[in-house]
């Protein structure tokens, strides 16, 4: 069965460092999320993205963090200048289209930044 | 503001017992109600999901009522088994085509044996 799937499972970083989050959307779905979960909170949307460009962005996606889709698989989110509260649980997730609900998330990417 | 309000936050039951999770929203411009259940470790993954113009839906032993004048929906667990244990979020969905989510605070259960 498709997943998404996401890389690294775990990162580590110092603060002010650059991170690129990276995940593989399932195959042919055409729209792609960022969310993030911080330690025993609820999971918090990031930024939506559609046919190459930002759809919607949250108050938390600030110009720090930036998302590309580099090629036809790859998917990633890149934090310029970590900071302590960045530290949390980032999960990617897909969508077939619009007329398809239902969003699959990946695993996540665990970001420790000290 | 679009808000999502989960209770309880956390819920013990017995084996072969009834859970039951509550959110209440504060817009009216949601179409899609999902239920997504976590184990730790994971992503969340879709359990059941509804849409506003439904009161009720049911599949196998999860149920979500949905009471569109109350703006409030609720999660159904019937003979709720240990397996079940994890955190299950609720989340809505704004009318338009981000299709961005935005999730309760999440309930853990824990389903004694």
């Known amino acids: 069965e498709p997943e998404v799937t996401q890389t690294p499972s775990h990162q580590v970083t110092q603060m002010g460092q650059e991170v690129i989050l990276r995940c593989v959307p399932i195959s042919n779905h055409l729209y792609f999320y960022w969310y993030r979960q911080i330690l025993g909170q609820k999971v918090e949307f990031l930024v939506s993205?559609?046919?190459?460009?930002?759809?919607?962005k949250s108050e938390i996606f600030d110009d720090q963090f930036s998302v590309e889709r580099p090629d036809g698989s790859n998917f990633t989110l890149k934090i310029r200048s970590t900071k302590l509260e960045d530290s949390a649980m980032y999960f990617c997730?897909?969508?077939?289209?619009?007329?398809?609900?239902?969003?699959?998330f990946g695993p996540g990417t665990r970001l420790t930044v000290l | 503001q679009q808000q999502v309000k989960q209770s309880p936050q956390s819920l013990i039951v017995q084996k072969g017992g009834i859970s039951i999770i509550n959110c209440a929203y504060e817009n009216t411009a949601f179409d899609y109600f999902p239920w997504y259940q976590q184990f730790p470790g994971k992503g969340p993954a879709l359990l059941i999901a509804i849409r506003p113009d439904v009161s009720e839906k049911k599949e196998g032993r999860f149920t979500i009522s949905f009471n569109k004048s109350a703006k409030q929906f609720s999660l159904h667990i019937m003979d709720s088994q240990p397996g079940d244990s994890a955190t299950y979020f609720c989340?809505?969905?704004?009318?338009?085509?981000?299709?961005?989510?935005?999730f309760g605070q999440g309930t853990t259960l824990q389903v004694k044996p």
């Open positions: 993205f559609y046919n190459n460009e930002i759809s919607e």
């Open positions: 989340a809505a969905r704004p009318s338009g085509n981000t299709g961005k989510l935005i």
């Open positions: 997730a897909s969508r077939p289209g619009t007329s398809y609900n239902e969003q699959f």
